[in-house]
């Protein structure tokens, strides 16, 4: 209960190795775009990734080839279903958000702040983390793509219809 058999312990030592550095080959095989900043599509492919590595190490029924092959088939779903979303546009709006500007010209957007789940305090923290302080002097604050706030100052607005309604 407390201690697992040498075969076991023997097998975790050697199939973690190989199976972290099978994950690590096929991520830089993969590209950039698996270790992005996520949003929800990428999210589930990392959580998909870190399970299947827990199970090859923990699991006496998963041979590391099959857990190889896991990692590689994963990563290569995520490669074609970004690459058809870059080219067919419902695809890309069923699996990605689209950015919400939360306040625009010192105003906020109640609407979009109910529906994202954002608080005016939230938006405050962010305007303050970047470097601003005065709402009324910020052109836009923006939930953009994968969480993240991005907060556009009213001198480096230029074209605003660049900002997302």
């Given at each position: ?17 190989l199976a972290y550095l ?138 605003r219809s660049a900002f997302?309604?």
């Amino acid at each position: 209960m407390f201690t697992g058999s040498l075969f076991g312990l023997v097998r975790i030592l050697i199939v973690g190795p190989l199976a972290y550095l099978s994950l690590i080959a096929v991520l830089r095989v993969s590209g950039k775009r698996t270790l992005a900043k996520m949003n929800a599509f990428d999210f589930v492919v990392t959580v998909a990734l870190g399970s299947t590595l827990a199970t090859v190490l923990l699991s006496k029924d998963v041979p590391l080839d099959e857990g190889v092959l896991a990692f590689v088939i994963l990563a290569a779903l995520q490669f074609v279903i970004a690459w058809i979303a870059q080219r067919v546009s419902p695809v890309e709006a069923a699996i990605k958000s689209s950015p919400r500007t939360l306040l625009c010209d010192g105003q906020f957007d109640e609407a979009a702040l109910l529906d994202e789940r954002v608080t005016r305090d939230e938006v405050a923290a962010a305007v303050r983390k970047s470097g601003g302080g005065d709402l009324g002097r910020i052109a836009a604050v923006v939930l953009e793509t994968d969480g993240s706030i991005s907060v556009i100052a009213t001198s480096a607005a230029g074209d605003r219809s660049a900002f997302p309604r």
